[in-house]
């Protein structure tokens, strides 16, 4: 129940397209919802994060879409760039609680 | 602010030697993670500190990994004897307060021969 499910496990996207990576989750107690950026050699770096109680947060390109009686919520990358390529990580904790990662989507745009 | 700093970034060994890990969290926070990345297992919680105090250790993987945080600005995760199944990259988070943000260092790449 602790569990985030993410996928997919890759995703190759092109240069200006729409990259869409999902994430479910099973504790209904789960209350803050980030996703994290990773580019290779360096730590995961937070991107943007939710709160339950909206069901759309968006900077910049980045947009994340939350469905709380689905439990699933979704990153989704406007206009996707070279420079996105990265693995993207989602996660959830309750509280001041630790976070639960998903395994990560390795996303690559190609130009 | 340097961020969050580890050493060594790359740690080559043999299998029973012993590994030290090192982290220095950013100034001013108080909440310190050990977290292992695999590409099998994803990004696994190992150990938590909160005011130096260990809170969390349920994610050590068995009684050959132990984490020590002395002060607030050092923190230690060691190995002994290290398998090749350890073979991973460790990374060390830190956060301030209540702020969720985590904030990661670079990781240490480890390789146990």
């Known amino acids: 129940q602790q569990q985030v499910k993410q996928s997919p496990q890759s995703l190759i996207v092109q240069k200006g397209g729409i990259s869409i990576i999902n994430c479910a989750y099973e504790n209904t107690a789960f209350d803050y919802f980030p996703w994290y950026q990773q580019f290779p050699g360096k730590g995961p770096a937070l991107l943007i994060a939710?709160?339950?109680?909206?069901s759309e947060k968006k900077e910049g390109r980045f947009t994340i879409s939350f469905n709380k009686s689905a439990k699933q919520f979704s990153l989704h990358i406007m206009d996707s760039q070279p420079g996105d390529s990265a693995t993207y990580f989602c996660a959830a904790s309750i509280s001041q609680g630790n976070l639960i990662f998903g395994k990560g989507t390795k996303l690559s745009v190609k130009p | 602010d340097a961020g969050v700093i580890q050493s060594p970034r790359h740690e080559v060994t043999e299998m029973g030697q012993e590994v030290t890990l090192r982290c220095k969290p950013i100034s001013g926070h108080n909440s310190l993670f050990w977290y292992r990345q695999t590409m099998m297992r994803g990004l696994e919680l190992l150990i938590y500190?909160?005011?130096?105090?260990?809170?969390?250790d349920s994610g050590m993987p068995e009684d050959r990994f132990s984490a020590k945080m002395p002060n607030a600005s050092f923190s230690t995760l060691k190995i002994q004897p290290s398998e090749p199944r350890d073979s991973a990259v460790y990374f060390c988070a830190s956060r301030q307060g209540r702020v969720k943000k985590l904030f990661f260092g670079s990781g240490t790449q480890l390789s146990v021969l």
């Open positions: 500190f909160n005011n130096n105090v260990p809170i969390d």
């Open positions: 939710i709160r339950p109680d909206v």
